[in-house]
């Protein structure tokens, strides 16, 4: 898991009130330290007016890495121009300090609102959201994600209630490498990561509309959906735990906004909103089902206990956010705030004191101006001169001067990355995979080659991550349904589907894949899969009377086993043939049992000698032992004698067997 650190500043940089970076911004106060930065209130003397400007530990500034990462999301964070967003002006290097200039926004964040509100009603949450959703969803139609949204980055200004977020993209800019080397535990940040950044580093619009959902909940509840002493303990939570139903803490929070909070922060990306525009929908289709009471109904329940005023008296703070745990340092007091929330109007507030001494300065400085006479003129004249030189300067051979794309398609990404560089322009690398170009080598650039451009823009430089080959998975074993998943979950597609018996694997698992497991495949080849049907039926034939012979060569080859070891005698099926068979119908399977009973024929009887005996005591002897007689008479039979027996004398023969004697 992903551990995510802050080192706290010793202290206020005061060395820098009253420096001027980049030769027009003057440092005025001191407003508040982070880990990654200082910000100051300072005055843009040339377009005089105030700015807030954050300026980065000087260890941070040393990390070329990181400056090119600062420069590459701070160009990106310029581009986006939005009411809800914290407008970034300019970006420089001064005698090694690096610095932001961005939009002053006098007013709250949020957490000091929820500090001083504690629970706010529905109407006044949702009131907050939406902005906030239309500056992210603007932000995610852009392509940037803010990876870091939370109530110290969303600034309620104070003249007219107006919300706005900052810090859009400077999250990115932060490395793991440059996270862990620090000390100290950033809670703050930790309680708004979705669980795929925890687990796996990584973040899209989606986990935006987690950390959103999140806020939705905390300020319908006045606390934070997860907590803990460690950051450990409450990225675990996140991946581990769904988020709570907002009425479980308040009472009087509607079941649509628990259902909208349980949206926004499910544990699985693919079950929230798509991006914060989406999200917005949903805000908007869950507000217009509520009614104007349950909107205005104040919250009530074991969390609902706090401070809670219509117009809250705060001080002034800076526009940008202030990183976890670090308090801001407070300049003069402002009148009240104005919300964007169901609290009841409050008056204007009275002249700023501030603002007035400012506008007499400026008065004063004009009325110099005139009393200057000609001199006056002659400065007006040398700094229009000295714009002009700079602006030359500037477009001429300065940062803003022409330079080409270099040829760099071929190369691998280090040589275009310094190729790029050297013509002072700052490679974007994206990756895509490519059938014929090796992994690392530079498939295209955009611009292309001997595009002209300014100095510092963005090439955007395609690398190639090879051919595009997806392993087959292991589905053996597997059930037919929990196969394709997986096999679709590798980008490739379900081909034939066959069924088969078998006699190991349970009907309904895969018995066998083609292409076999773990072979290379292109994005959506076809993967076939032969589904067991259980073991085969074997239907059992009757063998009774037949001989036994025929059935064991039948029966063995339907894959039974077969014992014909018993025999008995039989006076009405021959020898070697069936007498019965267990079972001798139905079904069976492969392996099982039949019993034959194989006959040995009837029970055989010795023929008794009686040549020479008389016909009567030879045919009595016969019939007694179990033979029919039959006499043959020679010459008459004269004398009665029997002169020859057939059967032989001593042969067995089966009972009824007919002796034919002949007499004399």
Do not use: C
Not at 242 to 253: D, I
Not at 546 to 573: F, I, M, S, W
Not at 603 to 623: C, M, N, S, T, Y
């Amino acid at each position: 898991m992903t551990s995510y650190t802050l080192r706290v500043s010793s202290g206020v940089t005061e060395s820098l009130l009253g420096r001027v970076f980049d030769g027009r911004y003057r440092v005025q106060s001191h407003i508040a330290d982070g880990g990654m930065a200082s910000v100051y209130l300072a005055l843009d003397t040339r377009l005089d007016r105030d700015v807030a400007l954050k300026v980065l530990r000087r260890d941070l500034a040393r990390d070329d890495a990181f400056v090119s990462r600062f420069r590459r999301e701070a160009r990106s964070a310029a581009r986006l121009s939005h009411p809800n967003v914290v407008s970034v002006f300019d970006q420089g290097d001064d005698d090694g300090h690096m610095f932001l200039a961005m939009e002053y926004v006098p007013g709250q964040t949020l957490r000091e609102v929820m500090k001083a509100e504690g629970p706010l009603t529905p109407r006044a949450a949702l009131d907050i959201m939406a902005p906030v959703l239309q500056a992210l969803g603007a932000a995610h139609r852009a392509g940037i994600i803010h990876r870091d949204v939370k109530p110290e980055n969303i600034i309620l200004r104070e003249d007219d209630g107006t919300v706005k977020v900052a810090d859009f993209g400077l999250a990115r800019a932060v490395s793991n490498q440059t996270s862990h080397s620090q000390t100290g535990v950033l809670l703050g940040t930790v309680a708004y990561l979705s669980p795929e950044q925890v687990e796996r580093g990584i973040a899209d619009a989606r986990s935006d509309v987690y950390a959103a959902g999140l806020i939705l909940f905390e300020m319908l509840t006045g606390s934070k959906a997860f907590t803990g002493d460690t950051p450990i303990h409450i990225a675990y939570q996140h991946v581990h735990s769904s988020v709570p139903a907002p009425s479980s803490r308040v009472t009087t929070v509607p079941a649509e906004l628990d259902a909208l909070v349980a949206l926004a922060t499910s544990r699985d990306p693919d079950q929230r909103p798509a991006d914060a525009g989406d999200f917005l929908a949903e805000v908007r289709k869950s507000r217009s089902m509520l009614t104007p009471t349950e909107l205005d109904r104040r919250p009530e329940g074991p969390s609902a206990a706090g401070p809670g005023a219509s117009t809250i008296a705060v001080e002034r703070t800076s526009a940008l956010p202030v990183e976890a745990g670090h308090e801001p340092r407070r300049s003069r007091p402002i009148g009240p705030v104005a919300l964007p929330m169901d609290h009841t109007p409050t008056a204007p507030p009275g002249p700023d004191p501030y603002l007035e001494d400012r506008h007499r300065a400026l008065e004063g400085r004009v009325v110099d101006d005139r009393r200057r006479g000609p001199w006056g003129w002659i400065v007006a004249a040398l700094a229009v001169a000295l714009v002009a030189g700079v602006a030359a300067w500037w477009f001429l051979a300065g940062p803003g001067s022409p330079t080409t794309v270099p040829r760099v398609t071929g190369q691998t990404y280090e040589q275009a990355q310094s190729a790029l560089t050297t013509s002072h322009l700052s490679p974007e690398r994206v990756d895509a995979f490519d059938e014929t170009i090796p992994k690392g080598v530079v498939i295209s650039t955009d611009p292309g080659a001997g595009t002209e451009l300014r100095r510092s823009q963005d090439v955007t430089v395609t690398v190639s991550k090879g051919p595009e080959r997806y392993a087959v998975p292991q589905v053996v074993g597997a059930s037919a349904n929990e196969a394709t998943a997986r096999i679709k979950a590798e980008k490739l597609t379900l081909g034939d589907t066959k069924q088969a018996f078998s006699e190991t694997v349970d009907a309904g698992l895969v018995i066998s894949v083609s292409p076999k497991e773990g072979s290379s495949l292109k994005r959506g080849t076809k993967v076939s899969l032969v589904v067991s049907k259980g073991r085969q039926p074997i239907e059992v034939t009757d063998f009774t009377g037949k001989p036994a012979d025929d059935a064991v060569r039948d029966l063995t080859g339907k894959g039974l086993e077969v014992d014909a070891t018993r025999q008995e005698n039989d006076d009405t099926v021959p020898k070697g043939s069936v007498i019965s068979q267990s079972p001798s119908s139905g079904t069976l399977f492969k392996g099982d049992k039949v019993t034959l009973v194989v006959s040995k024929g009837p029970v055989l009887i010795k023929v008794p000698d009686v040549q020479g005996k008389q016909e009567a005591e030879a045919r009595k002897i016969l019939e007694d032992a179990g033979f029919k007689v039959a006499v043959e008479r020679f010459m008459g039979g004269i004398f009665g004698t029997v002169r020859s027996q057939n059967p032989a004398a001593g042969s067995e023969q089966p009972k009824d067997t007919t002796v034919t004697l002949v007499v004399v």
